[in-house]
């Protein structure tokens, strides 16, 4: 009934399967990850130039946080200047 070289041919497809399905949800995102945290800690790469490429794609995360950063740096300018006046 069941050939052997169907069932091996069955549970071999199930297991790339399952590992193509691994790869493409978990692999991708930490192999990016590690890329990135490789770049920015050579200091090839500076956190603010990925932030403004990924601002300028239209991704809204960054958008935010870069107007965040802004924020914040305008904040620390303008109390740098209050303090020497």
Sequence with gaps: MTDPIT???I???SLIACGY???RSDGWRRGSDEVMKEL???KIIEPMEVLRHYANMG???AQAALEKL???RKAKF???N???D
Excluded: S
């Design 40 to 42: 920015i800690a050579n």
């Design 78 to 80: 303008n109390a740098r």
């Design 11 to 13: 549970l071999g497809g």
């Design 82 to 84: 209050d303090a020497k």
């Design 70 to 72: 802004n924020a914040e």
């Design 21 to 23: 399905i691994l790869g």
């Design 7 to 9: 069932l091996t041919i």
């Design 59 to 61: 991704n809204q995360r």
